[in-house]
T-cell receptor, first 114, second 110 residues
Framework: KAGVTQTPRYLIKTRGQQVTLSCSPI?????VSWYQQTPGQGLQFLFE???????NKGNFPGRFSGRQFSNSRSEMNVSTLELGDSALYLC?????????????FGPGTRLTVL | QKEVEQDPGPLSVPEGAIVSLNCTYS??????FMWYRQYSRKGPELLMY????GNKEDGRFTAQVDKSSKYISLFIRDSQPSDSATYLC??????????FGAGTRLTVKP
């Protein structure tokens, strides 16, 4: 079974631009969660989508948004990029998205904001 | 106070040593406890998952949860150079909103 895939793997943007990241979950998984990982803050939860609906949201500003499509693929968008948005963005999928349900992570998209 | 505290290390041990990694958490509402391993430039991969106090063993890995003390541990026996990675503890409520520790960077020297 193919794992979680994320595209692109690397991205360089400048301040003020916007960016869209894509995540394809494991086949049959309906829950997709997004995380930001930085050396200083570690892994922080952004939001979770289940069956095209945002079900949980972390403490990030409204510049961070996402959506999920009917095939469970998910996109994350960051508008008006700031230098502090430079991070590894990880998505994880799970089958039903219940607490503690095994999450499988993708390789991440490394975003650099100049 | 962070919800999950984990010593970031780094931790360096000789091959064959027993490694002990630990996390503490503050909220007794947490119900699910996980350990992830993350190699450089890779996403985290799940090592151990448990939801009850006590020990869970899988090969050379043992996860221990003490809910009364809000303390979780991961033990690695007979450590190998291939175990060199960052280990993250993760704790979840009942809503799939996981909280991660800062991660402990482990190096196992041949």
């Amino acid at each position: 079974k193919a794992g979680v895939t994320q595209t692109p793997r690397y991205l360089i943007k400048t301040r003020g631009q916007q960016v869209t990241l894509s995540c394809s979950p494991i086949s049959g998984h309906r829950s997709v969660s997004w995380y930001q990982q930085t050396p200083g803050q570690g892994l922080q939860f952004l939001f979770e989508y289940f069956s095209e609906t945002q079900r949980n949201k972390g403490n990030f500003p409204g510049r961070f948004s996402g959506r999920q499509f009917s095939n469970s693929r998910s996109e994350m968008n960051v508008s008006t990029l700031e230098l502090g948005d430079s991070a590894l963005y990880l998505c994880a999928s799970s089958s039903v998205g219940l607490g503690g349900d095994t999450q499988y992570f993708g390789p991440g998209t490394r975003l650099t904001v100049l | 106070q962070k919800e999950v505290e984990q010593d970031p290390g780094p931790l360096s041990v000789p091959e064959g040593a027993i490694v002990s990694l630990n996390c503490t958490y503050s909220n007794s509402a947490f119900q699910y406890f996980m350990w992830y391993r993350q190699y450089s430039r890779k996403g985290p991969e799940l090592l151990m998952y448990t939801y009850s106090s006590g020990n869970k063993e899988d090969g050379r890995f043992t996860a221990q949860v003490d809910k009364s003390s809000k303390y979780i541990s991961l033990f690695i026996r007979d450590s190998q150079p291939s175990d060199s990675a960052t280990y993250l503890c993760a704790i979840a409520y009942n809503n799939n909103d996981m909280r991660f520790g800062a991660g402990t960077r482990l190096t196992v020297k041949p």
